[in-house]
């Protein structure tokens, strides 16, 4: 597509982005180098006026210095339906104003409106913890529950198991619990709130003491992996919470795990996704804001978001004709 389009990015503020690592800055770093108008909106900055969707839009200029990086081009108030496309990469927590943004994005008015990745109805029905329930076969034990009793019961049955928050991100609140400890009841209380809200618990996976595997997949097709090692002392290995990133290949049985996702991802618009994956085990499927490209570029020397960038061109022009 030779056209120029113009890409707008809903994501947290621009001021606070680190140039280097962020997933949704590379994109437009992608759309600029090909001539595209890169315009940014945080979730605050949309509305509805008359007949559509609107936002306060800032139309940016790019560049890789952190704390210089952009510059304001021009700022208006612009009908969502005016855009080609939409990257909806607010990051979490997914609560009521995401959910409100999601349902605005689809108000269009009379207009086709952009192409929108991911899908708002896709970001609505795919809690990033729970939408991996859809393929128990790919993945650890997992019991989701806000009965203590049988939380407990399952960690002694497992001997060892990973407790996580169904809302959690960045690796924030998840916790190791093991048979007999004197610390698993407390821990269960604050988890979910003395039985009152849902929390998650897995099976450990002895795996995970080597890392685990972010893989990107671009409408079901994976684009990129990493391995995710943790930092001593620690469970986690979000790199969000310290852990690094090494370079990683895929395995048959993972290329199995993810040709079974597909149809789903697909047909829910879920066009770009991270999953996470241990010891060939899914844990996680990540669609607000997957990350990892800026990674897996430096360890791979490829460029994803090029790539990207080259399927939305196609998908707009398939749109279009």
Do not use: C, Y
Not at 51 to 58: C, G, I, L, N, T
Not at 61 to 71: C, K, L, N, P, S
Not at 191 to 208: E, R
Not at 282 to 306: F, H, I, K, Q, R
């Amino acid at each position: 597509m030779s056209s120029r389009l113009r890409i707008g990015f809903l994501m947290d503020p621009l001021e606070h982005v680190r140039v280097n690592h962020d997933t949704t800055f590379l994109l437009m770093r992608a759309a600029q180098r090909r001539g595209h108008d890169v315009l940014v909106f945080e979730q605050h900055q949309l509305g509805f006026h008359t007949d559509r969707a609107v936002a306060r839009m800032r139309r940016v200029e790019v560049r890789d210095r952190q704390g210089d990086h952009f510059t304001v081009l021009e700022e208006s108030l612009v009908p969502v339906a005016e855009l080609d496309a939409a990257f909806l990469r607010k990051e979490p927590p997914v609560d009521a104003d995401f959910l409100h943004a999601t349902q605005l994005m689809e108000l269009h008015g009379a207009g086709k409106g952009p192409f929108l990745v991911n899908s708002p109805a896709g970001l609505r029905e795919a809690n990033e913890k729970l939408f991996a329930l859809h393929f128990t076969r790919w993945m650890p034990r997992t019991l989701v529950s806000a009965d203590m009793r049988v939380m407990q019961a399952f960690v002694e049955e497992v001997g060892e198991a990973i407790l996580k928050p169904v809302d959690g991100f960045a690796g924030r609140g998840i916790v190791a619990l093991r048979a007999g400890d004197r610390n698993t009841v407390p821990l269960l209380e604050m988890a979910t709130m003395n039985g009152k809200t849902h929390a998650i618990v897995q099976a450990f996976l002895p795996a995970s003491r080597e890392g685990d595997k972010r893989i990107l997949l671009l409408d079901g097709d994976p684009i990129g992996a990493l391995l995710r090692v943790p930092r001593d002392g620690d469970l986690r290995a979000n790199m969000a919470a310290g852990g690094s990133a090494v370079k990683a290949s895929l395995t048959p049985r993972e290329l199995e795990l993810i040709a079974d996702l597909k149809p789903m991802l697909i047909s829910r618009g879920l066009h770009f996704v991270g999953i996470d994956v241990i010891g060939e085990r899914l844990t996680e499927v990540n669609v607000t804001s997957p990350t990892g490209a800026a990674e897996v570029d430096l360890l791979d020397g490829v460029d994803t978001g090029a790539l990207m960038m080259e399927w939305l061109e196609a998908k707009l022009n398939a749109r279009a004709g």
